[in-house]
């Protein structure tokens, strides 16, 4: 995994960061086969909550976000418009159409 914050006009931003990786997923199945999946995945956090996961899964990303934290602020919608490149109104959208998922990402 990689941590770097978040640029806003090109300066470093306290406290909202980008993490990326990758992460497996094994079905039981596969175990036998050693047939894993392996994808690319991008977070955004905010101070020290998760409020976005981003995983890859060819060219469009499945989007999942934090249930009780990713409305939480004025600047963590700010930021979460930033690393999803929309507005929060988008984003409400996307969440009622069930494009997005709510899950806790903060366990």
């Not at 960061?17 to 175990?31: L, M, N, P, Q």
């Not at 981003?54 to 990713?70: A, H, M, S, V």
């Not at 919608?77 to 998922?101: C, D, M, V, W």
């Given at each position: 995994?990689?941590?770097?914050?978040?640029?806003?006009?090109?300066?470093?931003?306290?406290?909202?960061?980008?993490?990326?990786?990758?992460?497996?997923?094994?079905?039981?199945?596969?175990?036998?086969?050693?047939?894993?999946?392996?994808?690319?995945?991008?977070?955004?956090?905010?101070?020290?909550?998760?409020?976005?996961?981003?995983?890859?899964?060819?060219?469009?990303?499945?989007?999942?976000?934090?249930?009780?934290?990713?409305?939480?602020s004025?600047?963590?919608?700010?930021?979460?418009?930033?690393?999803?490149?929309e507005?929060?109104?988008?984003?409400?959208?996307?969440?009622?159409?069930?494009?997005?998922?709510?899950?806790?990402?903060?366990?």
């Amino acid at each position: 995994m990689k941590v770097s914050n978040m640029i806003s006009r090109g300066h470093k931003i306290a406290n909202q960061f980008i993490i990326t990786g990758t992460e497996i997923h094994v079905d039981y199945r596969e175990v036998e086969t050693g047939d894993v999946d392996c994808y690319n995945v991008e977070y955004f956090q905010s101070y020290n909550s998760v409020i976005v996961k981003k995983l890859y899964k060819g060219f469009k990303p499945k989007i999942t976000l934090d249930i009780n934290k990713w409305d939480y602020s004025k600047t963590t919608g700010k930021y979460r418009n930033q690393f999803l490149n929309e507005t929060k109104k988008e984003t409400q959208a996307k969440i009622a159409s069930g494009e997005y998922i709510l899950t806790n990402l903060n366990g």
